[in-house]
């Protein structure tokens, strides 16, 4: 095949590929181009005139889609093509993709080479757009045949094998192959093989097989976890379980996706064939998820304390002082099964365990304060502080220790009971010590979890070194089962807070931004009047809003510089939004991110001027459409 010419398989997807209405004239391309200071290449102009304005999706728009179009955004009055410079050369913005809800960029330089741009660096990804196409050509060809492929990345010691296979026999797509990029295929069509030699890459190729067996009966099945094609998931054949999206969390709207702060990857049980995994991911099979802390908090309030796991001292000790939780948490902890999916941590459930591991470090500098040791929150070991003896063996007294089955779960559980026998034999520091431990055991009990790896620790979503965790510790004491109840209660609220505190407010021009607050009151309303709120109702009417204000001011003062102005108004909306949520109104659970969009527009856009113009967009686009459940969108899926 001669370089840059498509092979029929190729132009046959191209000619059923959607194309957008764009310019494609070289003459009026590259004129339009120089006009506007954007480097013109001979590459780019061919690309234009070819392909301008084709746009093809595999799984659906927002989980795998691709535009390609150097006028895409003069064409919709968004602006220029973004131009990247790397050292002397310039790449020109020509690829748009979406991919799992996420907008990037490929761009292209004088030679026609494609890349995309990560940290300030180029990264080529093919040699020319005729590689690219011949590649989604078979990927086409693939999603013809089924919905879902198992995707496994190659050795080359793997390829060598198997091409060199005679019983198999692998057949070569010379028309797809181009330069560095070759394509083989299995003679039944149940596995196609792309080699994609990259200097320094540790995997040679990827297999794409119709399902788990096929892998297995060309040789290429291995320890390494199956991933899966189009719609991304890991697939363990053995156990038949599929880690993947929990789509009824996630909204979609604008070509963009939204989670909810009961949003993580999920574990399907009992799947057997690959082929399943569009069935959950659309609804049409049930997604059931475990909910660790509902559950306990449910059972929170009437734990019971087994008697024949303490002796009777011990028991009276800690009702006299206020104790006796901790030890119903040791009980609750040595008969826990811990589930496989504990890193799969919703939003809500970070928020509560970064909550509890504030307060641990709160109470261990304060047992600590003054005394003439070191402190490490991965290794709080109180006996010098405690003056007890180093060594101690609760696991042959209390089988209550010997039954539970993870170790960093054990070795909290004898902490805590160590120093309240302690305790309980007069030792005054112990009393302290002891009940440092009593967040981190509430945390276990809710499912949650602590990684600890290269002197950073992992909790509630976000990762510390171990040296800085002063900065954590929590400012006020909590009752922590209070607390733990009711930011769980209120979790949409706290997910709204801690959203908009994320945002750089301190990077934001608000200068003579002030705006009318009946415009915007009249604006939000009507797009909350036509998914059906009435602001009369008393569920409405309730949201005492100087009550929200104070309490985002006081949880976040700096957004006092923005008090008046857009942002204020959208904020507050949110968080009214937020406490209905919480009320589980019938129609905020139906649309649960209605002011996603607009926080995410405060969280990108630095110029208030910006603001009022774009968020009049997202009013009239939300007039016109509705957020949608992301399962309903992929089972109303157009390709």
């Known amino acids: 095949m001669k370089v840059n010419q498509l092979s029929m398989q190729a132009n046959e997807f191209i000619q059923q590929c959607d194309r957008r209405t764009t310019i494609t004239d070289k003459e009026i391309v590259k004129e339009w181009l120089k006009q506007n200071g954007i480097p013109v290449f001979q590459a780019l102009l061919d690309f234009q005139e070819k392909y301008g304005g084709t746009n093809y999706s595999f799984g659906g728009k927002l989980n795998h889609s691709c535009t390609l179009d150097v006028m895409r955004h003069s064409a919709t009055g968004c602006g220029m093509p973004k131009v990247f410079k790397y050292k002397d050369q310039y790449m020109v913005e020509c690829l748009h993709f979406i991919y799992e809800g996420v907008h990037k960029s490929g761009y292209m330089d004088r030679a026609g080479k494609l890349y995309y741009v990560n940290s300030g660096n180029p990264y080529p990804f093919v040699n020319n757009i005729q590689e690219l ?16 492929w198992v995707v496994r990345e190659l050795y080359e010691s793997d390829v060598t094998a198997w091409l060199s296979n005679a019983e198999q026999k692998p057949i ?6 181009q330069e560095d990029s070759t394509w083989w295929q299995s003679h039944d069509g149940k596995l196609f093989v792309s080699i994609h030699r990259v200097a320094g890459s540790r995997f040679a190729a990827k297999a794409y097989a119709a399902d788990a067996a096929v892998l297995q009966q060309h040789g290429l099945s291995s320890n390494l976890s199956l991933q899966g094609f189009p719609f991304s998931c890991y697939y363990d054949p053995e156990k038949e379980t599929v880690e993947m999206e929990n789509t009824k969390e996630i909204y979609c709207f604008n070509q ?4 909810t702060c009961n949003y993580s990857r999920v574990t399907i049980q009992q799947v057997k064939e690959i082929k399943e995994v569009p069935l959950y991911l659309s609804g049409q099979k049930d997604i059931k998820v475990k909910n660790h802390v509902e559950e306990f908090l449910l059972k929170l309030p009437n734990l019971v304390l087994p008697t024949d796991d303490y002796d009777p001292s011990l028991i009276e000790f800690a009702r006299q002082s206020g104790d006796e939780m901790i030890l119903k948490l040791i009980s609750y902890l040595a008969d826990m099964k811990h589930p496989d999916d504990r890193n799969r941590r919703t939003p ?16 261990m500098s304060v047992v600590a304060e003054g005394q003439p040791v070191k402190v490490n929150p991965l290794f709080f070991y109180p006996y010098h502080i405690a003056r007890a003896p180093e060594e101690f063996d609760i696991e042959n007294d209390y089988f209550v220790i010997k039954r539970m089955r993870h170790s960093y779960v054990r070795s909290i559980s004898k902490l805590a009971f160590f120093y309240m026998k302690c305790a309980q034999q007069g030792n005054e520091a112990a009393s302290q010590a002891y009940r440092v431990y009593e967040p981190l055991l509430l945390l276990y009990c809710l499912g949650g979890y602590i990684l600890k790896e290269h002197g950073f620790i992992e909790v509630g979503g976000g990762a ?7 900065l954590l ?12 109840t009711e930011a769980w209660e209120q979790r949409n609220w706290e997910h709204a807070i801690a959203q908009i505190q994320r945002i750089k407010w301190a990077e934001k021009n608000v200068a003579q931004s002030r705006v009318s607050d009946e415009m915007w009151n009249v604006a939000f309303a009507r797009i ?3 998914i059906g709120i009435d602001p009369s109702e008393f569920a409405f009417r309730s949201v005492d809003e100087q009550q929200l204000v104070f309490k985002l001011f006081a949880a976040y003062p700096e957004l006092r510089r923005v008090q008046g102005t857009l942002a204020h108004w959208i904020c507050d909306s949110y968080l009214q939004w937020a406490v ?17 969009p607009f926080i995410e527009l405060l969280r990108d856009e630095n110029q208030a001027e910006a603001w009022e113009e774009q968020t009049m967009l997202l009013i009239a686009l939300l007039e016109q459409e509705s957020i949608l459940n992301y399962a309903d969108a992929l089972r109303g899926n157009d390709h």
Do not use: T
């Open 580 to 596: 209905l949520l919480d009320r589980k109104h019938p129609v905020a659970m139906k649309y649960p991110c209605l002011y996603e």
């Open 133 to 148: 196409l011949e590649k989604h050509a078979i990927y086409y060809r693939l999603l013809q045949k089924q919905k879902q």
């Open 528 to 530: 909350e009047r036509k």
């Open 348 to 363: 809500a459930e970070h928020n509560l365990d970064r909550l509890l591991y504030q307060e641990y470090l709160r109470r």
């Open 172 to 177: 070569p797509l010379l028309e797809a192959s």
């Open 464 to 470: 510390f070194h171990q040296h800085s965790w002063q």
């Open 256 to 259: 963009r996706l939204y989670r």
């Open 473 to 484: 510790i929590g400012k006020e004491p909590i009752d922590i089962y209070r607390r733990a």
